[in-house]
């Protein structure tokens, strides 16, 4: 008997088993070193807390006027210092326990937790109890098996012990190729040879004594389900066959145990990944960032900024840029982008002195970065609007230009350009777009 | 065997189905219209904001009587139902003065709750509410609601929908017969 030494290999289950633990890692968040920004904190808290007037919808995915009132509060007690679990407990302290939409892990509420665990944890317990049986069920004692068989095929017909002879054929050839695929240990390899040989002896005794066919009339003999050098002395074989006899077949009971146990521990496994794949927050990247420079740290903020202001919140994005510019003063992104929100809330606040805090910024966001588009945009606006300087207006918008700003953002500053250079008396440039 | 199964099978279900049915049998049902609150039983949240004339307007923390807060909208079908229910309460109670109304806005304009009263003949004062600080502060989730606040202060009752003047004088002599 040969006993080649094999390349270890690890079983399927257990790379999916290490997949999923490292899925699981990445999407909880644990690697995300980075500290939370206001914003990131609102709509963790938003996520989690139902709209009030609606039906299973978090206040952060409704535009309901009872989810918008929560979500100003949310973030106006963060902007307060309140923590999360004060901000919950404010809300609840309103609204009832139904505002939280996740359920509290006590009371009656913890059934919703412990259930699903619970029968995970049984479902796996069922699923390995009937793996093992299943298992022990297949490495029988030869001798046993040959009784066996021997007792069940004295009833058979003739038709029914070719058959049956086919099936051990391809039950031995099966073995084989799993074993020499690494798929069938050597212990439980040659448990089912000398089950399905000796099974194959007692068939053609069997066969012999019923119809008196030479066994050597089945075929030419072949060695199927052997090692190369040895040969199945007591199972001489037939070539393999494609007859699909069917095999021994579980009882109704495993097969129910088994669809059970899987469906469970799928369901279990659904109900763990959304519980603990945390959603992502604007600028948050899927796979976490656990040792972020501080230069990386303030572009994912300029990022998150950056989208905030897109989504028309422009006071959080407001706080983002102050933050950035806690950390690198001469940040001329966030001086700029933080000197053009004043500027707008200045305009409709009607507040000459958030006016000017503004024009301050924009005039040291330029000295900065002179080449800075955005910078000069929004000074060359400044200028137009509030003192009526169109030349020098033009000064910014020239530029502005020069520095080659995105096609996007001239078309946005194409009306104001064109005004600017038309009320100084100048050409268009051909740069800017046409009306 | 196969007869015991089935016995123990039609058992567990008859057990399901009689929990669910206690269950939801002790339930209230949906048209009772107090309903709970964390508020009640507690201080009532300051009421304080802007009338419709700009005039800042503050219910004391102990009003020293009762005070029906009723949260509305000029274009809400159970709003306008409850309307001259209100103005009757309010008429009844200003003559023997252990009650008054304070109305708030949720959810609609200045103008149209300000029409929608003036037709009415409201003459207490409405707050407008516009950042909806009140209605936060109550937990309001739909319109109409009404507190009944007690003269220590504490809210007394919580009521989802339209209301009647015997609804609010009931719950008004049980709290004076509970805080006697």
Redesign the interface.
């Known amino acids: 008997m040969s006993t080649r030494s094999r390349p270890f290999r690890f079983p399927l289950w257990i790379v999916l088993g290490v997949v999923l633990i490292v899925a699981l890692v990445i999407g909880s968040g644990v690697l995300n070193s980075a500290p939370m920004t206001p914003a990131q904190r609102a709509v963790g808290i938003e996520t989690g807390i139902k709209c009030?007037?609606c039906e299973d919808l978090s206040v952060a995915n409704s535009s309901a006027?009872?989810a918008?009132?929560?979500r100003?509060?949310v973030r106006q007690l963060i902007a307060e210092g309140k923590s999360d679990q004060q901000i919950q407990a404010y809300l609840?302290?309103?609204?009832?326990s139904a505002?939280v939409l996740v359920p509290p892990a006590s009371g009656w509420s913890l059934l919703v937790w412990v259930l699903p665990l619970g029968g995970s944890a049984v479902a796996v317990a069922v699923l390995v109890i009937v793996l093992v049986r299943r298992r022990r069920n297949g490495i029988v004692d030869p001798a046993d098996a040959a009784r066996e068989e021997t007792a069940l095929d004295a009833v058979a017909s003739s038709d029914q012990l070719d058959a049956r002879r086919q099936f051990l054929e391809q039950s031995l050839a099966d073995a084989f190729a799993e074993h020499r695929a690494g798929d069938l240990s050597d212990q439980d390899y040659q448990a089912l040879r000398r089950r399905d040989t000796a099974r194959l002896a007692a068939l053609d005794i069997r066969m012999v004594g019923t119809s008196g066919v030479a066994l050597a009339e089945a075929g030419p003999e072949v060695s199927v389900g052997t090692e190369p050098g040895e040969s199945v002395d007591s199972a001489p074989a037939t070539p393999k066959t494609a007859a699909s006899v069917p095999g021994p077949r579980r009882s109704r009971r495993q097969r129910f145990l088994i669809t059970g146990a899987v469906i469970s521990f799928g369901a279990a496994l659904v109900l763990v990944v959304s519980l603990y794949a945390a959603s992502r927050l604007p600028g948050q990247t899927p796979t976490g960032n656990p040792t972020l420079s501080q230069q990386a740290q303030i572009q994912q903020s300029l990022t998150q900024a950056a989208t905030l202001e897109d989504e028309g919140q422009s006071g959080e994005a407001a706080q983002l840029y102050q933050k950035v510019l806690g950390q690198d003063s001469k940040n001329e992104v966030a001086t700029a982008q933080l000197g053009w929100l004043e500027y707008q809330t200045g305009v409709q606040g009607k507040s000459a002195s958030l006016i000017a805090d503004a024009r301050a910024k924009l005039d040291q966001a330029v000295k900065l970065n002179p080449s800075d588009y955005a910078a000069r945009l929004y000074l060359g606006t400044v200028l137009l609007e509030q003192d009526n300087n169109a030349p020098g207006a033009v000064a910014q918008y020239q530029a502005f230009l020069a520095a080659n700003p995105p096609a996007d953002l001239l078309q946005q500053a194409a009306a104001v350009l064109r005004q600017a250079y038309t009320q100084a008396g100048l050409p268009v440039p051909s740069a800017v777009p046409a009306a | 065997m196969g007869s015991h199964r089935a016995r123990w099978i039609g058992i567990t279900v008859l057990i399901i189905a009689a929990g669910l049915i206690a269950v939801l049998a002790t339930r209230p049902s949906a048209s009772v219209a107090e309903v709970q609150s964390p508020l009640v039983g507690h201080t009532a949240p300051a009421i304080t904001g802007t009338t419709f004339d700009g005039a800042t307007f503050s219910v004391p923390i102990h009003p020293g009587h009762f005070v029906v807060l009723n949260f509305f909208a000029s274009w809400c079908a159970p709003c306008q139902q409850e309307g001259p229910a209100l103005v009757a309460f309010q008429f009844e109670h200003q003559q023997t003065g252990d009650a008054s109304m304070v109305s708030v806005v949720f959810g609609d304009t200045v103008s149209a709750a300000q029409s929608y009263q003036s037709t009415l003949g409201v003459t207490w004062p409405t707050l407008t509410d516009g950042k909806g600080k009140l209605a936060l502060a109550y937990g309001v989730s739909d319109r109409p609601t009404t507190f009944v606040i007690a003269p220590d202060g504490r809210v007394v009752a919580y009521i989802v929908g339209a209301v009647t003047v015997k609804g609010l004088d009931n719950v008004i002599n049980a709290a004076k017969v509970t805080h006697a």
């Open positions: 009030p007037s006027q009872t918008v009132v929560v100003a509060s609840v302290s309103r609204y009832g505002i």
